[in-house]
T-cell receptor, first 115, second 112 residues
Framework: GAVVSQHPSRVICKSGTSVKIECRSL??????MFWYRQFPKQSLMLMAT?????????EQGVEKDKFLINHASLTLSTLTVTSAHPEDSSFYIC???????????FGQGTRLTVV | ELKVEQNPLFLSMQEGKNYTIYCNYS?????LYWYRQDPGKSLESLFV?????AVKQEGRLMASLDTKARLSTLHITAAVHDLSATYFC????????????FGTGTRLQVFP
C-alpha cells in the first residue's frame, strides 16, 4: 500500500507552547488529508478534513483557532496545536486519500504530551 | 449523521476458539474497512470491502459485508495470541465527502 509519513512520532512540550505535526504522502498525491485524535482506550475521533489549497473543514466541537491545519501541497499537511494544555495530550493520527472513495492510508501517529 | 457501532467492545477468548466481531452502521454506505491497532501504534489495514456480499479472508481472519443490513462481520478462526489487538471498522460517509467514520473498536485479548 501507499505510504504516509507522520513526524514527529513523539513530542513533549510545555504548557502554553505550540507544536507542529507533519503528515506527508510519499508516493501519491493526496487530494484530501484527515486529522484524528485518539484518547487512551478510545476510538479515533475525526478532528478535521483538509483539501489542498483550501481551508480545512473542522468537525463540531473542534476549535479551529487552536488546531491550525495547513494543506499547502498535494503531499503535505500540517497540524499545529497552539497554546497547548495538558488536556491536549493525546495520540494524533493523520490519514490521506488520493481521491474520493479510494483507500485511506494512515501515518504512524504522534504521541503528544503537554507538561 | 453516520454512526458506527461495534460489539463486543472487549473480547477475551481462549486460543483455538472462534468468534465474530460485529460492525453496524446507521446510513447507506457500500464501503467498509477493517483495521488493526496494536498498543501505542497507528492503524494497519486488514480488509477493504467495496460491495454488498463482499467476503475477504486473510489467515485466521475473514470479513464480510451486508450493505442491506448495514452490517459487517470480522470472524476469527482458531484464535492465537498474536491476534491480540484492537480492531476497528470504518465506513465511508457518502455524498460528496471523503470522511471515514470509525467504529467504537473491539479490544481482543487471546489467552492460552
Amino acid at each position: 500500500g501507499a505510504v504516509v509519513s507522520q513526524h514527529p512520532s513523539r513530542v513533549i512540550c510545555k504548557s502554553g507552547t505550540s507544536v507542529k505535526i507533519e503528515c506527508r504522502s510519499l508516493d501519491f498525491q493526496a487530494t484530501t488529508m484527515f486529522w484524528y485524535r485518539q484518547f487512551p482506550k478510545q476510538s479515533l475521533m475525526l478532528m478535521a478534513t483538509s483539501n489542498e489549497g483550501s481551508k480545512a473543514t473542522y468537525e463540531q466541537g473542534v476549535e479551529k483557532d487552536k488546531f491550525l491545519i495547513n494543506h499547502a501541497s498535494l503531499t503535505l499537511s500540517t497540524l499545529t496545536v497552539t497554546s497547548a494544555h495538558p488536556e491536549d495530550s493525546s495520540f494524533y493520527i493523520c490519514s490521506a486519500r488520493e481521491g474520493q472513495n479510494t483507500e485511506a492510508f494512515f501515518g504512524q501517529g504522534t504521541r503528544l504530551t503537554v507538561v | 449523521e453516520l454512526k458506527v457501532e461495534q460489539n463486543p467492545l472487549f473480547l477475551s477468548m481462549q486460543e483455538g476458539k472462534n468468534y465474530t466481531i460485529y460492525c453496524n452502521y446507521s446510513t447507506t454506505s457500500d464501503r467498509l474497512y477493517w483495521y488493526r491497532q496494536d498498543p501505542g501504534k497507528s492503524l494497519e489495514s486488514l480488509f477493504v470491502l467495496l460491495s454488498n456480499g463482499a467476503v475477504k479472508q486473510e489467515g485466521r481472519l475473514m470479513a464480510s459485508l451486508d450493505t442491506k443490513a448495514r452490517l459487517s462481520t470480522l470472524h476469527i478462526t482458531a484464535a492465537v495470541h498474536d491476534l491480540s489487538a484492537t480492531y476497528f471498522c470504518a465506513v465511508d460517509a457518502l455524498y460528496n465527502t471523503d470522511k471515514l467514520i470509525f467504529g467504537t473498536g473491539t479490544r481482543l485479548q487471546v489467552f492460552p
